[in-house]
C-alpha cells in the first residue's frame, strides 16, 4: 500500500436506546467488549494503515488497556476523548491525525461486521478522489411521512439505499467539511436541522456527491436489547464457516 488510510473509529456515544448500565461499546458481543471487534477488522485490513480511536471522555486508558491485552494495538497512533454529538467526535478526531494521511475511513463501533472487502471496494473509490458511504440497497418500502406519520410520498425503492459505516474520503476535504460545520453547528440546531452522518457533512458543506458502495447486510448496527441476540446469532454463524473453510 502506497497510500496512507486512517480508520477513525466512533466509540464515545453515551448508547441510551440501549437501556443499559454499561455503556454500549463496552458490552460484550462473542466474550469480548462490542468495540473491540471494529478495531479488529482495521488491524486486520491491508487498506488501513492507521486507526484511531475516539472513546467517552475520561475512558482512553481504559480502551487502551483492552486493546494491548488483545494485541491489536498495531496500527493504533491514539485514542482521543470524543465530543458531546457524533459529530464533534469525527472533527476532534480529524484535528488529531498529525502522521502521513491520504483518506479517512470513519468507522462506527456499533457495527461490529465490517468485513474486508467492504473496505476494499471503499478503497478502490476513495482513491479515484470519490468519497463513498458503504450502504445496501433497501430490501423494504420506505415511506416519507409528516410529523404526525401520515404518508406524504414513497420513493422508488430501486433507488433507496440503508446507509452503513465506513465511510471513505479524501482526508483534507472531510477535515475541512467537519470544520466548516463546527463553525455553523450552532445556526443549524436553531434551524433544527440534523446531520447525521459525514457523507451528509461533506455534502452539506463542500457540495460533493457521495457514492454508494455495496457493503453488506451482515453489517448491523447494535443500538437497541434486541440488536444483541441477532449480533450473537452472526458472530457464531461466521465462526462456524471459519471453522469449515
Known amino acids: 500500500m502506497e497510500d496512507r ?7 464515545a456515544g453515551s448508547g441510551k436506546r440501549m437501556g443499559s448500565k454499561i455503556r454500549k461499546q463496552y458490552l460484550e458481543l462473542g466474550g469480548e467488549p462490542l468495540f473491540l471487534h471494529s478495531v479488529r477488522a482495521m488491524e486486520e485490513s491491508p487498506v488501513i494503515t492507521d486507526v484511531l480511536l475516539m472513546t467517552p471522555q475520561g475512558d482512553g486508558d481504559y480502551c487502551r488497556g483492552l486493546i494491548c491485552r488483545t494485541r491489536l494495538e498495531g496500527k493504533l497512533r491514539g485514542v482521543f476523548d470524543g465530543g458531546s454529538e457524533r459529530c464533534f467526535s469525527v472533527a476532534r478526531g480529524l484535528e488529531a491525525i498529525s502522521w502521513p494521511c491520504d483518506y479517512v475511513f470513519i468507522h462506527d463501533c456499533a457495527r461490529p461486521f465490517v468485513d474486508p472487502a467492504t473496505i476494499r471496494r471503499l478503497y478502490d473509490c476513495v482513491k479515484e478522489g470519490q468519497p463513498c458511504a458503504a450502504g ?8 416519507i411521512t409528516d410529523d404526525e406519520g401520515v404518508e406524504e410520498s414513497t420513493p422508488d425503492r430501486s433507488r433507496t439505499w440503508i446507509v452503513q459505516t465506513p465511510q471513505a474520503f479524501p482526508f483534507p476535504m472531510i477535515r475541512e467539511a467537519h470544520r466548516r460545520l463546527v463553525s455553523c453547528a450552532a445556526d443549524l440546531e436553531k434551524k433544527g436541522i440534523r446531520i447525521t452522518d459525514d457523507a451528509m457533512v461533506a455534502h452539506s458543506m463542500t457540495g460533493c456527491r457521495v457514492r454508494m458502495i455495496r457493503g453488506s447486510y451482515r453489517n448491523i448496527k447494535v443500538t437497541t ?10 458472530l457464531r454463524s461466521e465462526k462456524r464457516i471459519a471453522a469449515e473453510t
Open 225 to 234: 436489547p434486541e440488536d444483541l441476540p441477532v449480533a450473537e446469532a452472526l
Open 136 to 143: 445496501m440497497p433497501s430490501k423494504d418500502t420506505i415511506r
Open 5 to 11: 488510510c486512517t480508520a477513525l473509529l466512533l466509540a
